[in-house]
């Protein structure tokens, strides 16, 4: 045998330099999950993020498995290069999620960071009637009141922000369906009149069902009434430097609110009143992410309304209230779940409580929640 051949031979059983045996990788994913699971228990790393980092960890460590070699001049440490793709991977994945979807939800989703994007829009909050509707012609002017906005039924799609100035109101009309692109928002500034009817409910609902709008709030802006109404796939918002908690929020605002619908929202509350004056009535709150209604101080009246598998509560009074609960229905996992800062015994004593289909699976969670 020539030197040539053996030393052939030889080269032949080294292992290749761009290979990742299962050794070390079976010894970087342990303490890639050792990390995280530190990280979640010793500093409250939310889960989603915990479980987004460490899928992308897996996708490229089973990516480095079944490749064989990197071309000449690559990166041919193995964990190194392993490294790179992951910091890549992950970076893209969140980077996407944040730039794309301005609800906040995909981002939510995967980081369990519950933020969306802010808004500066008060350069028209003091629009005239003519200039407002100059820039968004869907609205039309009363010809009998120049103050007053009118949405005439259709099926409307908004790819951005609306805010209606003050002074003003705006009417929308019954049958009409607004679609909002990702984390777009309808503000008010002026009263809002959303009237629709049993046959002809007014619809707010996202532009595409899994990707989410952000809400309609009204600002000081005077008595508002919605009725017949449906709202679904909404978030929260932060725009001119007010938190806009509920898909529907009214700050500093009185509202009527019969007969309407708040179905899968996904913000931090389905309907949010602060210091303002609300009948609630005839409505039911379903399948919400948060809670379904919330008060931060205010009055008024919570009546012959159903609260069915709200995730966070059905109701949460808070601050300075005045506000009377009756003949309502809580149905949830956990026998129905209120948050009030007094009056609860009077509250559940003039309410029905009950289970939905969902029920907890820890029976001692429902007792420390319902004494």
């Not at 010793?42 to 480095?64: E, K, M, Q």
């Not at 200039?131 to 002017?141: A, R």
Request: net charge neutral; with cysteine.
């Amino acid at each position: 045998m020539d030197s040539a051949t053996g030393h052939g031979r030889v080269l032949g059983t080294l292992p290749s330099a761009g290979r990742l045996s299962w050794k070390t990788l079976a010894a970087a994913t342990f303490l890639v999950g050792l990390g995280l699971g530190l990280a979640q228990v010793l500093h409250g790393a939310p889960r989603p993020l915990v479980v987004t980092i460490g899928t992308c960890f897996l996708a490229c460590a089973a990516i480095g498995w079944v490749w064989t070699g990197v071309k000449k001049g690559g990166v041919r440490n193995p964990l190194l290069r392993l490294a790179l793709a992951w910091i890549g991977s992950t970076a893209l994945l969140l980077g996407f999620a944040y730039g794309v979807d301005r609800s906040g939800w995909v981002w939510f989703r995967l980081t369990g960071y519950n933020i969306v994007a802010a808004e500066q829009l008060l350069d028209q909050t003091n629009l005239s009637a003519e200039s407002f509707v100059s820039q968004n012609p869907v609205f039309t002017i009363d010809p009998k009141n120049p103050q007053h906005l009118i949405l005439k039924k259709s099926v409307y799609e908004f790819p951005r922000t609306i805010v209606i100035p003050a002074g003003l109101s705006v009417t929308i009309e019954p049958g009409t369906v607004l679609r909002f692109h990702p984390g777009r928002s309808l503000i008010s500034y002026s009263a809002v009149i959303a009237r629709g009817t049993e046959r002809e409910p007014i619809l707010f609902t996202a532009h595409r069902p899994w990707l989410k709008w952000g809400v309609v709030g009204v600002v000081r802006g005077g008595r508002s009434e919605f009725e017949h109404v449906r709202f679904e796939a909404g978030r929260h918002a932060f725009v001119n430097d007010i938190e806009f908690r509920g898909t529907l929020s009214l700050v500093e605002t009185d509202v009527r609110i019969a007969q309407s619908q708040f179905e899968q929202t996904h913000g931090k509350d389905a309907v949010y009143i602060r210091e303002a004056h609300a009948d609630i009535s005839e409505s039911v709150f379903r399948r919400l992410r948060g809670d379904g209604l919330d008060f931060d101080g205010g009055s008024g009246t919570i009546t012959q309304n159903e609260f069915i598998d709200c995730s966070d509560g059905a109701i949460d009074l808070s601050g300075d209230y005045n506000i009377q609960v009756t003949a309502n229905r809580f149905f949830d996992g956990d026998g129905g779940r209120i948050a009030v800062d007094k009056d609860l015994e009077e509250i559940r004593a003039l309410n029905t409580f009950g289970y939905s289909r969902k029920k907890s699976v820890f029976p001692f969670v429902r007792a420390a929640i319902l004494e």
